[in-house]
């Protein structure tokens, strides 16, 4: 019976491996082989299979090699394609960045408003001199730069029309082309910017310099060969005029040059843009207080409240001024508190922030001291005095916080403040007429201390002042009919000079609310008190929400023994202003007649919570209290 072999299944492994392809049918005939019953052994078998086997494990050897290679290979593959993700992202960042500083410098070109002054034109004998053309041009720059410097103004450069802000430079082309021509084609192209050429020629006399500011008409000054400075300090105000003529009107001012700086104002506000004409007016109103023309200052605030804008609220700062020069106190307190409550407490786009900060707390002093609240006044006086940036200088506010707080009853404050301030001489006096603070630091200081010699004497050093200068300070002035006479008759009558307060309180006008109080205390003085009860009567109706007559008014009533209606006016005074001592402390003292002992001392420590310092509300409330027992 014939045997049957089965040839066995090849293994799908090993025809899948490298060599496959060439042995499969060889190693399958040999497994066949060995498959077969044979007992003799099969050499050419084993040699065959001992070399596949050894084929098997090179190709083991060749994979595993492979695998490190191809592992390596792909792990560079993998940071090959980072690196490019990484490169193509900051490719990407960097055009943004890119994009985004060609919009910014095509913003700020936009918004740009500089003033460039080119080199000039000058002759080659003037250039081997050592006059060229860039040397030129800077010292002209230098004297731009000088008034600027010295122009003190409440509004900030970017407001002004026409204007070359802080950005003043003088430029000279270069060789090349550098990141810094990109951004001056840009201003050139997008923003406002002015030029400046001039020349510089020879004359039979000397030297002329001719000025050029864009289309505007060139202006020419002629002078000596060593005048060349002179030259360009006209040229740049000529410049300076015509490109800015408000802040050139405040430059003016402040070199005392007052009636210049009314002719610059004056062409401003009648033929200058709508935008700039409330200011002018403004700026004209300053101008005649600092000359001492009130029929000029009211025709000025009348034409810019008329005009609107934003510059209302500094045509309402000089209007503030004026009342408070004429004595009308009710108007200056409805004045003061428009500007403390709808003004002062936002800045405005035509505003720099220093005069925003500056006009926010001077407002806010302001009005508190018209009302009676001194410490308010102090504590912002002093604010404002330690601050460095503000137009005002500090000490000026520092001798406005000595009057506030000798009238908040605090003796050595005050004085330390007036001693703080310095020497209040001429500049603290014209800064005073112009800005309508109508306080007298010294005297006040000298009256709470109950010297009023002394205070007399602080009065009349300030009336020898005004006469000294009423040529270049004429508004100084401004401060004798509604408040140097009426106060100076006070000393008088308190220094037992009744005749001669009298006579002086009679000069001054009758709508002067300080005036009419000082006659009422001359009548009762004069025993006069029914014309005493008219013209404090005169005064509450000229002023009927400021406590002082009241609380004066009062203290008359009490002296004469009508103690309920000493309290009743107390009572208004106190409502009026509630922050205010004096009422609460002459309250008490009523109280006090009345033996009410325990409604007395309530009142002093009440009184005493605004006024801490007043050594006169102490004795009493201690007396008061020992009363009580």
């Not at 000596?224 to 000529?238: H, P, R, S, V």
């Not at 460095?388 to 707080?405: D, E, I, M, N, V």
Request: proline fraction near 4%; aromatic fraction near 8%; glycine fraction near 8%.
């Amino acid at each position: 019976m014939a045997e049957r072999f089965e040839q066995p299944e090849a293994d799908p492994a090993l025809e899948n491996a490298p060599g496959a392809a060439g042995v499969s049918a060889a190693l399958a005939a040999a497994l066949g082989r060995r498959g077969r019953k044979t007992a003799a052994n099969d050499p050419e078998l084993d040699t065959f299979l001992e070399a596949h086997t050894r084929l098997a494990r090179l190709q083991a050897e060749h994979l595993h090699e492979m695998r490190e290679l191809i592992v390596s290979r792909l792990r560079w593959g993998r940071a090959g394609d980072r690196l490019r993700v990484l490169w193509q992202a900051s490719t990407a960042v960097i055009a943004l960045a890119v994009v985004a500083l060609v919009v910014t410098m095509g913003w700020q070109a936009r918004q740009a408003r500089g003033l460039v002054v080119d080199a000039f034109s000058v002759p080659p004998d003037l250039a081997r001199e050592g006059l060229t053309g860039e040397v030129a041009a800077a010292r002209f720059l230098d004297r731009l730069q000088a008034m600027q410097t010295a122009t003190q103004s409440e509004r900030p450069s970017a407001s002004y029309e026409n204007n070359w802000g802080h950005e003043i430079k003088l430029e000279i082309p270069e060789a090349g082309f550098t990141f810094a021509d990109i951004e001056r084609f840009l201003r050139e192209k997008l923003g406002h910017v002015s030029h400046v050429t001039g020349e510089v020629l020879r004359t039979p006399t000397g030297l002329s310099l001719t000025a050029r500011l864009g289309d505007a008409a060139p202006q020419t000054f002629a002078g000596a060969a060593g005048d060349f400075d002179t030259l360009a300090q006209k040229a740049a105000e000529a410049v300076y005029r015509t490109s800015q003529p408000y802040r050139y009107a405040q430059y003016l001012s402040g070199q005392g040059r007052i009636d210049e700086a009314i002719a610059v104002d004056t062409d401003l506000a009648e033929n200058g843009p709508p935008g700039e004409r409330g200011w002018a007016w403004s700026s004209l109103a300053v101008s005649n207080l600092q000359r001492g023309d009130i029929a000029g200052a009211q025709r000025a605030v009348a034409a810019g409240l008329a005009a609107g804008g934003d510059a209302v609220e500094w045509v309402n700062i000089s209007r503030a001024a004026l009342d408070g020069w004429l004595g009308h106190d009710e108007d200056l307190l409805n004045v003061s508190r428009t500007i403390a409550r709808e003004q002062a407490p936002k800045r405005l786009s035509e505003l720099s922030q220093p005069a925003f900060e500056e006009n926010r707390l001077s407002a806010s002093g302001y009005l508190a001291g018209q009302t009676g609240d001194y410490a308010k006044a102090a504590a912002d006086y002093s604010t404002l005095a330690r601050s460095k940036h503000f137009l005002t200088s500090g000490s000026f506010y520092a001798a406005q916080a000595a009057w506030a707080r000798a009238l908040a009853h605090d003796g050595q404050g005050a004085r330390e403040a007036l001693a703080e301030a310095g020497p209040l001489g001429a500049k603290f006096y014209a800064e005073a007429a112009a800005n309508g603070w109508y306080a007298q630091p010294a005297y006040q200081v000298d009256a709470e201390a109950g010297d009023w010699p002394a205070a007399l004497a602080d009065l009349r050093a300030v009336d020898a002042l005004i006469e000294a200068h009423q040529t270049d300070q004429p508004g100084l002035r401004l401060m004798q009919p509604a408040v140097m006479r009426p106060l100076e008759a006070r000393a008088l009558l308190r220094t037992g000079d009744l005749k001669g307060a009298a006579t002086l309180i009679g000069s001054t006008p009758l709508d002067c609310y300080l005036c009419v109080r000082v006659r009422a205390e001359v009548a009762e003085a004069s025993g006069d008190r029914a014309g005493a009860d008219r013209w404090y009567a005169e005064a509450v109706r000229q002023a009927p929400h400021i406590p002082f007559a009241y609380v004066e008014w009062g203290a008359a009533k009490l002296a004469r023994g009508d103690v309920s209606g000493a309290i009743a006016d107390f009572q208004t005074a106190h409502r009026l202003e509630p922050r205010f001592a004096d009422p609460l402390k002459y309250w008490g003292d009523a109280l006090a007649r009345q033996r009410a002992w325990s409604e007395a001392v309530a009142k002093y420590d009440q009184a005493l919570r605004l006024a801490p310092a007043w050594q006169a509300a102490r004795q009493a409330r201690d007396a008061a209290a020992q009363a009580r027992g």
